[in-house]
């Protein structure tokens, strides 16, 4: 029996799966503390819900990296303070984030994520790691979809200028 066979959970991870997985609890943790002053400032009822369910979405995967690197005797990223919770209200409007700004954001953010998600199935040699990333990038492609779905409908996503063909014109 070799290194690489037997339980995934009984092999050594390699540095590019602590390197990658650590660097992805770092910039989740990041991500949560942004959400958390993103819903402060969002207006749109849609838009708040989608937020909550990111931030849901992002303290359940940081659950699973963390007992990960614990269990295998990495130390853990700092975790950023939790965001006091503000009335829309009470922010200047020359001061807040406007609910498009946050929903592009919101769709950047989700599109680091899946490819931070790829990058680490790729590098993975324990099948278990390479399914946990598996199940984020699902999870991050899902709510991708509800945030497109949602510019759609709010009227919030500027498209790229259309590409008319040359061809056509003959």
């Not at 943790?29 to 708040?48: I, P, S």
């Not at 680490?120 to 779905?149: C, N, P, S």
Request: proline residues 7%; charged residues 25%.
């Amino acid at each position: 029996m070799g290194v690489l066979s037997g339980n995934p959970k009984d092999e050594p991870m390699h540095y590019g799966e602590v390197f990658g997985t650590w660097t992805f609890l770092t910039a989740a943790k990041g991500m949560v503390a942004g959400n958390q002053t993103h819903l402060n400032h969002a207006g749109d009822e849609d838009l708040r819900k989608l937020l909550e369910e990111t931030i849901q979405t992002a303290r359940q995967q940081i659950e699973q990296v963390e007992t990960l690197l614990k269990d295998n005797g990495v130390g853990l990223p700092p975790t950023p303070a939790e965001r006091p919770k503000a009335a829309l209200e009470n922010i200047p409007p020359g001061a807040r984030f406007q609910d498009p700004e946050i929903a592009v954001a919101l769709s950047g953010e989700i599109a680091a994520g899946l490819v931070s998600c790829s990058k680490i199935i790729g590098e993975a040699t324990r099948e278990d790691i390479a399914m946990m990333f598996g199940q984020f990038h699902t999870q991050k492609a899902t709510l991708g979809a509800k945030v497109l779905r949602l510019n759609k409908e709010k009227g919030w996503l500027v498209p790229p200028p259309l590409h008319q063909s040359k061809a056509e014109d003959r």
